[in-house]
Each structure stands twice: as C-alpha cells, then as structure tokens.
Nanobody, 126 residues
Framework: QVQLVESGGGLVQAGDSLRLSCVAS????????MAWFRQAPGKEREFVST????????RYADSVKGRFTISRDNAKNTMYLQMNSLKPEDTAVYYC???????????????????WGQGIQVTVSS
C-alpha cells in the first residue's frame, strides 16, 4: 500500500520560511520522480516543483523560483520543500506526489502522477 504523508505546514507571516516534508512508504522511493503541487481555494491544482530520482535535477514554477528549494533524501524515503520569503499568494494546500513511470523530472500537470498525499495547509498572512 502506497502512502505519501506531508508535514510541516502551518500559519506564518509574509517573509517567513517553512519546510515541508513528504515521507513515502510502499514504493521504491529512490526510483521515481517526485513533485509538489498546491491548490488555493477556488483555483485549480498547480505545479510547484519536481525533482528527479537522484535529486540531481529540479524544476520550479516561475512563481516560486529563487524562493523555494526542492530536495530528497532517498535513504529516508523523504522529499522536502524549503520555502523562503513566503508571500500571501503562496497560501494553499500543498500536495506531495509520485510519478511511478518516470525517473527524471515529473510532468507539470497533475494527471501525470500516480499517487498523492492528503495535502497540508500553508497559510501566509500579510
């Protein structure tokens, strides 16, 4: 049974930092592309960042480039999203996801992924 469990969200002020974690079980974590998406109220789920199986390749949405850093520790079956200089527009539910058909960078659309976490709320106040 595949499980992806996010943690690390919360309520912060603009300019603060948060680090999200995603722990995977039930899959050979080191073999697959992973990604973060987010969904704000009334909006579609949008791509945030993806990382290749080794962690050597990454891609970011323009809206978070330079502020967010994605990484993974395959020994711990864990992916991270370090979020700095947070803005109110970063407020959303953040989802961890795995693409079991890809060991490079994952796709930029949600339908390309196989498993999703339950999501975790990040709220940034102005």
């Amino acid at each position: 049974q595949v499980q992806l469990v996010e943690s690390g969200g919360g309520l912060v002020q603009a300019g603060d930092s948060l680090r999200l974690s995603c722990v995977a079980s039930g899959i050979t974590f080191r073999s697959y592309a992973m990604a973060w998406f987010r969904q704000a109220p009334g909006k579609e789920r949008e791509f945030v960042s993806t990382v290749s199986w080794s962690g050597g390749n990454t891609r970011y949405a323009d809206s978070v480039k330079g502020r967010f850093t994605i990484s993974r520790d395959n020994a711990k079956n864990t992916m991270y999203l370090q979020m700095n200089s947070l803005k109110p527009e970063d407020t959303a539910v953040y989802y961890c996801t795995a693409d079991l058909n890809n060991y490079g960078l994952g796709p930029l659309v949600p339908k390309g992924y196989d498993y999703w976490g339950q999501g975790i709320q990040v709220t940034v106040s102005s």
